[in-house]
């Protein structure tokens, strides 16, 4: 199987654009890299809230975070 850039330059040199699949399957790359950040930055938040548990500025962070999530989620449905 070919990877999604040498697809798309296969599409580029053949039409002069991407298909709308492969930048779909390109962005869908770059989306599941940033979920993945995310993971990560959670663990390190969580490291930090444990050396601060009286600080309500992490809760705090979490709720932007639930708030931005559900707008996410939103805009998919």
């Known amino acids: 199987m070919l990877s999604v ?3 798309m330059t296969k599409v580029l040199e053949a039409s002069g654009k ?3 699949s492969d930048a779909y399957a ?9 979920l993945k ?3 990560v930055l959670l663990g ?3 490291t930090e809230q444990a050396k601060k548990p009286l600080s309500w500025g992490f809760p705090g ?3 932007y975070l639930v ?4 707008n996410l989620i939103e805009h998919l449905k």
């Open 67 to 70: 708030e931005q999530l559900d």
């Open 37 to 39: 950040e995310i993971e």
């Open 5 to 7: 850039s040498t697809r």
């Open 18 to 20: 991407p298909s709308a």
């Open 61 to 63: 962070d979490l709720d």
């Open 44 to 46: 390190k938040h969580a």
């Open 26 to 34: 390109s962005k869908r790359l770059v989306v599941d890299k940033r």
